[in-house]
């Protein structure tokens, strides 16, 4: 059972930058594809961006493709999201989510194929 703990959300002003952390422990993490997702009040959680077991792939929404960046390092078995030039619409309670043990080197979309989600780390940028 793989367990993921994100950190390094708060409050910051827009224009500013954040960068979200999760860690996983309790099984394989280099062989899992993983995703930061996010949730706004009253929305659907959405992904924000995804990435390939290896690191070699990532993909990123359309809402914050230039902004943000998605790296992982498996030896501290640890994911970072970057996030430079937040803005309001940004808010949102932002999870880590792993994928089962896969071998192919794509990312992932769709939220059902992710099998292990963090407890969320909330991200606040104010105007």
């Known amino acids: 059972q793989v367990q993921l703990v994100e950190s390094g959300g708060g409050l910051v002003q827009a224009g500013g930058s954040l960068r979200l952390s999760c860690s996983a422990s309790g099984g394989t993490f280099s062989g899992r594809a993983m995703g930061w997702f996010r949730q706004a009040p009253g929305k659907e959680r959405e992904l924000v961006a995804a990435?390939?077991?290896?690191?070699?792939?990532?993909y990123y929404a359309d809402s914050v493709k230039g902004r943000f960046t998605f790296s992982r390092d498996n030896a501290k078995n640890t994911v970072y999201l970057q996030m430079n030039s937040l803005k309001p619409e940004d808010t949102a309670v932002y999870y880590c989510?792993?994928?089962?043990?896969?071998?192919?080197?794509?990312?992932?979309?769709?939220?059902?194929?992710?099998?292990?989600w963090g407890q969320g780390t909330q991200v606040t940028v104010s105007s």
């Open positions: 990435i390939s077991w290896s690191g070699g792939r990532t």
């Open positions: 989510a792993a994928t089962r043990a896969v071998l192919s080197g794509n990312y992932y979309l769709g939220k059902g194929d992710y099998n292990y």
